[in-house]
Nanobody, 122 residues
């Protein structure tokens, strides 16, 4: 599966932004999906994951209550709604896919998209 992330941009603290990840391939519904981010000078970190059906989600503590991951299997899309953005959310955001949701959460997913940059100004 190939992944294409989009939706990044420059926003102010407190604003909202929605990232999208478009997937190719006929078996999108067989993949757990997730979002990671990497800030300048820092390691890549887990943000959110969603199960194949969308019935189960997982979030990093730093984004719980502010970010929401969702998916539309018919459209082969996964989204990350980001509310109440903070300057510390500034990073390049990547979407990822794997047969196993645990691999997505651990950051060892088989498939990764290119990143989209989110910059949050204070």
């Amino acid at each position: 599966v190939q992944l294409q992330a989009s939706g990044g941009g420059l926003v102010q603290a407190g604003d909202s932004l929605r990232l999208s990840c478009a997937a190719s391939g006929r078996t999108f519904g067989n993949y757990a999906m997730g979002w990671f981010r990497q800030a300048p000078g820092k390691e890549r970190e887990f943000v959110a994951a969603i199960s194949r059906s969308g019935g189960s989600t997982d979030y990093a503590d730093s984004v719980k209550g502010r970010f929401t991951i969702s998916r539309d299997n018919a459209k082969k899309m996964v989204y990350l709604q980001m509310n109440s953005l903070k300057p510390e959310d500034t990073a390049v955001y990547y979407c990822a896919a794997d047969w196993v949701v645990g691999a997505v959460v651990r950051g060892t997913a088989d498939y990764w998209g290119q990143g989209t940059l989110v910059t949050v100004s204070s």
